[in-house]
């Protein structure tokens, strides 16, 4: 990825992943409805376009239609795995109810360094590999604490095992 593409803003990434799933769902993606989409007024979704296109990640036309280059697919493409992995980690094992979780994805999305989104990866990897053989006796300890806001104790953790 280029300098100038890593200096990328929050906001430049919400475009290119509006154009993405635009692109997706209707198999194009119109000014008006990426402003839709973002909530935004049609002349910010064109001056956002044009930046894009300066930096080579879109090419579009004037209060038209957008399309992502090549390097501009890769970045939104990133931008929804980040999402998709905070999204999955939040809802999933921290049980956050899916709305709370989708809001929350996408402000973090965009702050999470390389280094914690590969962790995050893995956790959830590890995590999902020890699903195969059934929930992880910690990770059911946690769903306990989060239902009750305590702890299992080792008797309440044989009488768990002995429910399976």
Known sequence: MSAEIKRISSNMEDYLEAIAFL??????ARVNDI?????????????ALITLAKRGLVAHERYGTAE???????????VQKRHDTVFKFLSKILEINEKTAQVDACKMEHAISPMT???LTKFIRFVEIGLNGGIPQWLKSFKHYLK????????MRQTALKKE
């Open 23 to 28: 692109k997706k769902e209707k198999g194009v």
């Open 35 to 47: 402003g839709r989409l973002l909530r935004v007024k049609n002349s910010s979704v064109n001056a």
């Open 68 to 78: 992502l280059t090549v390097e501009g697919g890769r970045v939104a493409c990133d």
């Open 117 to 119: 989104f590969n962790r």
């Open 148 to 155: 009750t806001g305590k702890k299992l104790s080792c008797r």
